[in-house]
């Protein structure tokens, strides 16, 4: 997979690495290597990369930022940008996997069941935990804490961003501060997306983290544990019922939908908590050795303030400290946040470079298509008022549609809304207890979104390219998760 950066926009583009005519055989020997890896993969998170991340991380969280020397500085970033290729190195080869297992487990349970029950097989992968629904049930936990009217009173009433403060100056505030911060301490470190190094991590701002507590102290607010208790019971019905169907079927079959379910569930669960330890926490930790330098730059007027390092590149880092932190980039900041601004208006087309056409038909393919997507289907010209995109989660429901494009503006979410996004990421799975229904621009049957969807019960199309552009804030809309539909109702 190779990312580029162009007008300020990232694309990606996955690609063979052999020539045409060494596909097909190359091809064979790898879905005989990916099949190999799919029975053991968990066993190598567990017991290898796992450890390996806690190891790296546990030495970012040992390093004195703020007393090292700039030399010293310079040395522990060089090792974090190591690291950080490390990291991913650890992803991409856990990823292939986790996608893979629930993919192929979903087209054997075809196989066996028949198409029109096909969608059922992710009801056996569900309720699985997660560091996601961790992060969430401590939310709750944290919002119980809360424990007198006046403490849930202010939360709940006063502007996010003025309630830290309040709870600062008010009667009883103060403790539930002491616990919100130990919060932040403990799953803080992650932010609204996991590509953008200039987003602040929760622990920074806890603006999103307090929005979210907000929804969970509301009167209607549902305990995520209580949900998670009816998936976990309605997993093992799905799975009792399909064993007893396959009782008959060959030895062979059976092993393989034991194997194929056992991996599927760890895949569930590992591509939530691969984010976390990758993903977000990666991100976090780049994020504050840049803020050192950004720090050091702006009180030497080399920039205006921190911030502005992130329109610094590595070596141009280098180069200001290693001359002592001198000169002035300022004019170059703001020629390139000039540049920002100007492609941020600008509509970025979706794809860009020559199509070469479908790849070639086999498990990584099928199982990147149902994580990102594939095309979004054709719009139906008799029907105008309806958009088309992939069945992320089962069944129908009415609402009023709420466009969130940052996870920021969660607050305008109430209860039964439709969340209208272009994605979704683990940060934002405590919304799923509130939104009616979800519909997003990106993503598949195995996407983020429609995972959580289905733990939440929320029917959910996903992939549909446009949704964000067409639908407007307020409108009232019809999600048909089961057709992968969704119908402008009436407007706003």
């Not at 330098?293 to 280098?318: K, M, P, T």
Request: aromatic share 10%.
């Amino acid at each position: 997979m190779r990312i580029k950066h162009i007008n300020t926009h990232y694309y990606n583009a996955v690609f063979p690495v052999v020539p045409p005519e060494q596909m097909e055989e190359a091809g064979h020997r790898a879905e005989e290597m990916l099949k190999a890896s799919i029975p053991t993969f968990a066993k190598r998170w567990d017991d290898e990369w796992l450890p390996e991340l806690r190891g790296y991380h546990e030495r970012w969280n040992a390093f004195d930022l703020s007393g090292a020397s700039i030399d010293d500085l310079l040395v522990h970033m060089e090792w974090t940008l190591d690291t950080y290729r490390r990291l991913w190195a650890i992803h991409f080869e856990v990823a292939v996997p986790f996608l893979v297992a629930p993919s192929m487990f979903f087209d054997l349970y075809e196989d066996v069941f028949g198409s029109s029950e096909a969608l059922h097989a992710y009801k056996l992968l569900q309720g699985v935990e997660n560091f996601s629904f961790v992060a969430g049930r401590e939310l709750w936990t944290l919002g119980e804490k809360a424990d007198t009217e006046a403490v849930r009173g202010l939360i709940r009433d006063t502007p996010t961003s003025e309630v830290v403060a309040a709870l600062e100056a008010s009667d009883g505030g103060g403790e539930f501060l002491g616990h919100l911060r130990t919060y932040l301490n403990d799953f803080g470190t992650r932010s609204d997306t996991i590509v953008e190094l200039a987003d602040p991590s929760w622990i920074e701002d806890p603006a999103i983290a307090i929005e979210m507590l907000k929804h969970y102290l509301a009167e209607d607010a549902d305990d995520p544990a209580d949900q998670w208790s009816q998936l976990v019971a309605e997993r093992e019905q799905f799975v009792a019922d399909a064993r007893e169907r396959i009782v008959g079927y060959p030895e062979p079959v059976r092993n393989q939908f034991e194997m194929f379910l056992a991996a599927g569930q760890n895949g569930q669960r590992i591509q939530e908590d691969h984010n976390w330890w990758i993903d977000q926490k990666g991100n976090h930790q780049v994020r504050q050795v840049a803020l050192e330098f950004g720090r050091r730059f702006a009180n030497a007027g080399v920039i205006n303030s921190l911030n502005d390092i992130f329109y610094l590149d590595g070596d141009e880092i280098r180069e200001i400290s290693r001359a002592g932190i001198t000169g002035d980039w300022k004019a170059t900041v703001a020629e390139r946040k000039a540049e920002m601004d100007r492609w941020s208006e600008v509509h970025a087309p979706p794809m860009i470079g020559t199509d070469y056409g479908p790849p070639p038909d086999n498990p990584v393919t099928r199982a990147l298509n149902r994580f990102f997507g594939g095309p979004p289907p054709a719009p139906d010209p008799e029907r105008p008022d309806v958009i088309r995109g992939n069945a992320g989660a089962p069944g129908t429901v009415t609402g009023t549609a709420r466009v969130i494009i940052k996870l920021s503006d969660a607050g305008r979410l109430s209860k039964g809304d439709i969340l209208v996004t272009a994605t979704t990421a683990p940060p934002w799975t405590p919304l799923f207890a509130t939104a009616g229904g979800i519909v997003t621009d990106t993503g598949g049957a195995l996407s983020h979104c429609a995972i959580v969807a289905r733990e939440y019960g929320l029917p959910a199309v996903v992939g549909t390219g446009m949704a964000t552009a067409m639908i407007q804030d307020g409108q009232t809309i019809e999600v048909n998760g089961d057709a992968g539909e969704v119908r402008i109702v009436g407007e706003n």
